[in-house]
């Protein structure tokens, strides 16, 4: 009776006990696709990080004109704005120029003064020529009489030897000697007169040359005088020309700090005009990512400024040096304590696709997304 009592109370135990909790399916699902998920974004990353190098450390670039005064003045008109789009030869800026202006006026009165001096020397010149030409007729003259005084002396000679002798025959008489012989002397004393004459004149001649070769080097001092001038004036119009400072290119203006009144150096840069001819990106890639990259690889461009436009550009070129060594002071890693860090080297981007409207939108400075296909 106790035995069959036991085993009905053990065959109800089961019955009245809580039911076991069934797992639900729904956390494995979640795991598996949150595995699959990992997995196919791990696979795809390490696949496209083979055959691709990225950086964000990019930048738009642009050609920049700055804007520099080869003079300094005052400045009297500031004809352009902030962001102002200006043309090639358009006047940015209006030196004022009453200074140059004076300056010019002297120079053009000196050239004046030194064209007076010119011809007061050609002048001169003129009349030692034809001094020299009336010393050389007399030299010449002096000599044909001199010529002619020995000639004279030559024959007076012949006949005083003939009166001499006839003298002694007393074929003549005393007094036709004596004119014989006054006449010898006579012609002696004319010769040495015609002698120191000649002398007189080629003397005269030398003073007349020294004269004409003073005249000349005035007329040659003159005439550079004349081209210094010349060349002051044309300084004077040059520097006159710069008190209107124009564009070199067209392009956008940057910021224009200055202002009417102020006071500026020559060679000092006034502000920038950002040229739209050509707009280029450059990246800087870590140096353990440069390995597989060469020049006319593939790339993808993702500006932060237009997030969903893709741009096509292909890698040109790469920079000499790593960026620190051309900065203001470049790291010397032989000074002192030494910390390796990792270099970064610019390379230059191009757009490919000129066509893309967007490209003239991109601004200096702007960041980028940068994807290089190495294969």
Do not use: C
Request: charged letters at 20%.
């Amino acid at each position: 009776m106790a035995n069959n009592t036991v085993t009905e109370a053990n065959e109800q135990a089961p019955a009245n006990a809580p039911a076991a909790k069934k797992r639900s399916p729904i956390f494995f699902i979640i795991l598996a696709i949150m595995v699959v998920l990992g997995a196919y974004f791990g696979i795809s990353g390490y696949i496209h990080g083979q055959s691709h190098e990225e950086t964000d450390d990019a930048q738009v670039e642009a050609n920049l004109s700055p804007v520099i005064s080869k003079i300094s003045g005052y400045i009297s008109e500031v004809r352009v704005r902030d962001n102002q789009f200006v043309n090639k030869g358009d006047t940015l800026l209006v030196l004022d120029k009453r200074d140059l202006t004076m300056a010019l006026q002297q120079a053009e009165a000196a050239l004046g003064t030194a064209r007076s001096n010119l011809s007061s020397a050609e002048a001169s010149t003129s009349a030692t020529n034809k001094n020299m030409g009336t010393a050389n007729a007399a030299v010449a003259t002096a000599n044909a009489q001199i010529e002619a005084a020995k000639v004279n002396i030559w024959r007076t000679t012949e006949d005083l030897k003939r009166y001499e002798n006839l003298i002694k025959d007393h074929s003549i008489t005393q007094q036709q000697y004596e004119q014989a012989l006054a006449a010898k002397q006579s012609a002696d004393k004319q010769l040495e007169i015609l002698i120191a004459q000649r002398n007189q004149a080629a003397a005269q001649t030398s003073v007349v040359k020294s004269q004409v070769f003073a005249s000349s080097e005035q007329s040659v001092i003159a005439r550079s005088s004349i081209r210094q001038k010349e060349v002051e004036i044309e300084n004077a119009k040059l520097n006159l020309s710069y008190t209107a400072i124009v564009a070199a290119e067209s392009g956008v203006v940057s910021k224009v700090p200055v202002q009417v009144g102020q006071f500026i150096q020559a060679g000092a840069q006034l502000f920038n005009v950002v040229l739209n001819n050509d707009k280029w990106v450059v990246a800087n890639f870590k140096e353990t990512q440069i390995a597989k990259m060469v020049e006319g690889q593939k790339v993808s461009l993702t500006v932060d400024a237009f997030p969903k436009h893709e741009f096509d550009a292909k890698l040109t070129s790469f920079s000499p040096a790593t960026g620190a060594r051309f900065a203001l002071l470049p790291p010397d890693n032989a000074s002192g304590n030494f910390v390796k860090v990792v270099q970064r080297l610019p390379v230059k981007i191009e757009f490919t696709d000129k066509k893309d409207s967007l490209i003239q939108k991109l601004r200096p400075g702007l960041n980028v997304v940068v994807d290089v296909h190495l294969n």
